[in-house]
């Protein structure tokens, strides 16, 4: 007997802000100081204390903040920088927009994360770091990748844009010395949210000022405080920088949003393994590692490949299934390198593909989907979504 469609659209994700972030937004518009300020400032200061790191220092965006992480290391044209294909394209155009060369290195099936077993063969002299992503928010292998770094004299940059929250080895990720930075996201769809937003946690005293100049104007540190009563209305350009700060009524809603992260990512664990408890006998499914005591996901997504020869059929007609029964899904990720520019791109740079090319990626590439989870999702929803998955499996075999 087939289940009802649901009556409205259930998307694959959804912000979870309260009544104390709606305060402190409309407290800040009132207050007259909306872009970088005080809050701002705040709201660094418990970044850096929640991830156990010296310094987080926040940004208009994770994208940004990447390329300026590289512009602080002093990524130089034609330099190389190992990485995933399994990513949003933005890992890739950060180094791009430098001048670097985005060198990939196939994944593990198992955990869509990047394979330290293949970093190796990717090193040559021109390398000079190594990013791996931490995607749906399972950490990556670090130590395996932080011994071939050290091996090689290369540092390493963690994209934890998915990640916030997430443990390796029982300390929160970016907060290990031996990665010279990590990047948070705060977009909407991620665990904890600022509107748009990112933030780099570092350890090392060397390169602050210099992050800070770079993502406003290249202006001396603390330039916003030129409007406050301690401040001097002159100004100092160092060297050419973005404008890529933080603003007060985006830290408006993360001071709140971080008091209530863990509280977040522990009902995304429980609704992602009711998942695995509810779909574990769907035939056509492989569903996603939950990771162990060392890998402590965050449970960002709940990604599952579908194997189109026993489901009958591909991935896209599977979204487009669940969409015809108000379930909304998300593909994270389709390959970053067979997106049209960078068909292009590695076909000019043929040797920063593998000789044997990318095939767990690009198998998996082929087959994923995201399924809701945020945690405001009921449990009704989750029967909704896996209701209408048994029913078109069922009508499709």
Same mark, same amino acid.
């Given at each position: 007997m087939s289940s009802p469609r649901r009556e409205t659209f259930l998307?694959?994700?959804?912000?979870?802000?309260?009544?104390?972030?709606?305060?402190?937004?409309?407290? =800040?518009?009132?207050?007259?100081?909306?872009?970088?300020?005080?809050? =701002?400032?705040?709201?660094?200061?418990?970044? @850096?204390?929640?991830?156990?790191?010296?310094?987080?220092?926040?940004?208009? =965006?994770?994208?940004?903040?990447?390329?300026?992480?590289?512009?602080?290391?002093?990524?130089?044209?034609?330099?190389e920088v190992i990485t995933t294909s399994m990513t949003w394209v933005s890992t890739l155009s950060t180094i791009v927009l430098r001048g670097g060369i985005p060198v990939l290195a196939d994944i593990d099936p198992k955990t869509?994360?990047?394979?330290?077993?293949?970093?190796? @063969?990717?090193?040559?002299?021109?390398?000079?770091?190594?990013?791996?992503?931490?995607?749906?928010?399972?950490?990556?292998?670090?130590?395996?990748?932080?011994?071939?770094?050290?091996?090689?004299?290369?540092?390493?940059?963690?994209?934890?844009?998915?990640?916030m929250g997430a443990h390796y080895r029982g300390r929160k990720i970016g907060s290990d010395p031996r990665s010279v930075m990590s990047v948070y996201s705060f977009h909407p769809n991620k665990n904890m949210t600022t509107g748009e937003g990112g933030a780099i946690a570092l350890h090392d005293d060397r390169h602050v000022d210099r992050i800070k100049r770079l993502r406003f104007h290249g202006i001396e540190k603390d330039a916003w405080k030129r409007f406050s009563k301690e401040g001097s209305p002159h100004t100092e350009v160092m060297e050419p920088g973005r404008k890529a700060n933080f603003m007060d009524i985006q830290a408006a809603l993360g001071l709140h949003q971080?008091?209530?992260?863990?509280?977040?990512?522990?009902?995304?664990?429980?609704?992602?393994?009711?998942?695995?408890?509810?779909?574990?006998?769907?035939?056509?499914?492989?569903?996603?590692w939950p990771g162990d005591e060392v890998h402590g996901h965050c449970y960002h997504l709940f990604v599952l490949r579908i194997q189109p020869e026993i489901v009958g059929m591909d991935r896209d007609a599977f979204v487009q299934a669940l969409k015809d029964e108000n379930i909304g899904t998300g593909i994270h990720y389709r390959p970053a390198h067979i997106h049209a520019y960078y068909r292009d791109y590695y076909a000019q740079h043929p040797d920063a593909l593998p000789p044997e090319g990318l095939p767990h990626t690009e198998w998996s590439g082929d087959r994923l989907m995201s399924l809701p989870l945020w945690p405001g999702l009921t449990e009704a929803d989750q029967d909704d979504v896996v209701a209408a998955i048994r029913q078109i499996v069922a009508r499709a075999s």
């Amino acid at each position: 007997m087939s289940s009802p469609r649901r009556e409205t659209f259930l998307p694959f994700t959804r912000p979870c802000i309260g009544p104390e972030e709606i305060e402190e937004f409309i407290d =800040s518009v009132n207050s007259g100081w909306i872009t970088t300020g005080p809050k =701002s400032a705040r709201f660094e200061e418990e970044l @850096a204390r929640y991830n156990g790191v010296k310094h987080c220092l926040a940004m208009n =965006s994770a994208t940004t903040a990447q390329e300026i992480m590289l512009q602080a290391l002093e990524l130089q044209p034609g330099d190389e920088v190992i990485t995933t294909s399994m990513t949003w394209v933005s890992t890739l155009s950060t180094i791009v927009l430098r001048g670097g060369i985005p060198v990939l290195a196939d994944i593990d099936p198992k955990t869509l994360n990047i394979d330290p077993a293949r970093i190796e @063969a990717r090193i040559t002299p021109r390398t000079k770091g190594i990013i791996p992503v931490h995607l749906t928010g399972l950490p990556a292998p670090m130590e395996e990748i932080w011994r071939i770094a050290e091996a090689h004299g290369l540092w390493v940059i963690e994209d934890a844009a998915q990640a916030m929250g997430a443990h390796y080895r029982g300390r929160k990720i970016g907060s290990d010395p031996r990665s010279v930075m990590s990047v948070y996201s705060f977009h909407p769809n991620k665990n904890m949210t600022t509107g748009e937003g990112g933030a780099i946690a570092l350890h090392d005293d060397r390169h602050v000022d210099r992050i800070k100049r770079l993502r406003f104007h290249g202006i001396e540190k603390d330039a916003w405080k030129r409007f406050s009563k301690e401040g001097s209305p002159h100004t100092e350009v160092m060297e050419p920088g973005r404008k890529a700060n933080f603003m007060d009524i985006q830290a408006a809603l993360g001071l709140h949003q971080i008091k209530k992260l863990d509280g977040f990512n522990a009902r995304r664990g429980v609704l992602f393994h009711r998942y695995l408890e509810q779909l574990k006998d769907v035939p056509g499914l492989v569903l996603p590692w939950p990771g162990d005591e060392v890998h402590g996901h965050c449970y960002h997504l709940f990604v599952l490949r579908i194997q189109p020869e026993i489901v009958g059929m591909d991935r896209d007609a599977f979204v487009q299934a669940l969409k015809d029964e108000n379930i909304g899904t998300g593909i994270h990720y389709r390959p970053a390198h067979i997106h049209a520019y960078y068909r292009d791109y590695y076909a000019q740079h043929p040797d920063a593909l593998p000789p044997e090319g990318l095939p767990h990626t690009e198998w998996s590439g082929d087959r994923l989907m995201s399924l809701p989870l945020w945690p405001g999702l009921t449990e009704a929803d989750q029967d909704d979504v896996v209701a209408a998955i048994r029913q078109i499996v069922a009508r499709a075999s």
